[in-house]
Nanobody, 119 residues
């Protein structure tokens, strides 16, 4: 069993910053990729950022230059530094970890952490 737990969400004013953390626990494993996704009320869950075990990153256009994803491979932990936050960033943010198996992949998800950007 692999468990991912997000933390670091909260209420922040526009222009402020937050750092999200995703801590993994369970049996020994490694993620070939980790990522952050978000879901706003009435919206589909969308990609925010991903990072591979080799350090390659991908960002949703609206967060480029404002958010930065990082990971600690040894700890199977991911982070999302969010700067210059906007009200439209308000959403539940979910951590994802992907494990490669012989015949495919398996994704694991955290429970989500609320990020609210408001005055």
């Amino acid at each position: 069993h692999v468990q991912l737990v997000e933390s670091g969400g909260g209420l922040v004013q526009p222009g402020g910053s937050l750092r999200l953390s995703c801590a993994a626990s369970g049996s020994a494993f490694s993620f070939v990729a980790m990522g952050w996704y978000r879901q706003a009320p009435g919206k589909q869950r969308e990609l925010v950022a991903t990072i591979t075990s080799g350090g390659g990153t991908n960002y949703e256009d609206s967060v480029k230059g404002r958010f930065a994803i990082s990971r600690d491979n040894a700890k199977n932990t991911a982070y999302l530094q969010m700067n210059s936050l906007k009200p439209e960033d308000t959403a539940v943010y979910f951590c994802n970890g992907r494990i490669s198996y012989a015949l495919g992949y398996k994704d694991y998800w955290g429970q989500g952490t609320q990020v609210t950007v408001s005055s």
